[in-house]
């Protein structure tokens, strides 16, 4: 009963009413400081929350405040290039995995901000609505603008969640 405008920044409410913190949301190869017109090749990963199978095992939507989001087997949302999100087609990797490319805005606010909500499905393809079985996270950050200080850091991974990552079963001993 309750509308959303924006997954990225309010939640995927339609799976479960709140985030769980048990869902891992990982961002890896973050810069330190960004650097005007240059493009950024992140992976973001979800781990935790029901085991990998069915139809579909996982989604997330993305939102920046500038710059301009892209990725193979990724849509920009309603063609708003500041909005990233997966495929019908990218949402069944048992890996939850994808690999997207931010290119910073040539010019505009020294601060960027990043939204990103990751779903964590069991794949029966409900939306169950406050169920138990579906479960999102959220990370939110903001990136500065660099210089070559910042670009000498190289870059690192921001996470959200409690920290408890377990790696997945094997599919054979």
Known sequence: GETIDDVAKEGCLCHNGAAD?????ILDDVPYGWI??????LTLQIIGGPAATGTYTAGFSMRTSAG?????????????????????????????????TWQAPETGNETVNFWITG????????????G??????????????????????????????????????????
Do not use: C
């Open 21 to 25: 913190n048990s869902v891992q949301i």
């Open 36 to 41: 005007s017109g240059e493009s950024y090749v």
């Open 68 to 100: 301009v989001l892209s990725g193979d087997g990724l849509q920009n949302w309603k063609d708003d290039v500041t909005t990233l999100t997966h495929t019908e087609s990218t949402a069944d990797e048992a890996e939850r995995m994808w690999t997207l």
């Open 119 to 130: 779903n964590s499905v069991n794949g029966d393809q409900l939306n169950t609505g406050g």
């Open 132 to 173: 138990e079985e579906d479960l999102w996270n959220q990370l939110l950050f903001s990136l500065q603008k660099g210089s070559d200080t910042t670009s000498a850091l190289g870059t690192r991974t921001l996470f959200a969640g409690d920290g408890n990552v377990s790696p997945p079963e094997p599919e054979s001993h």
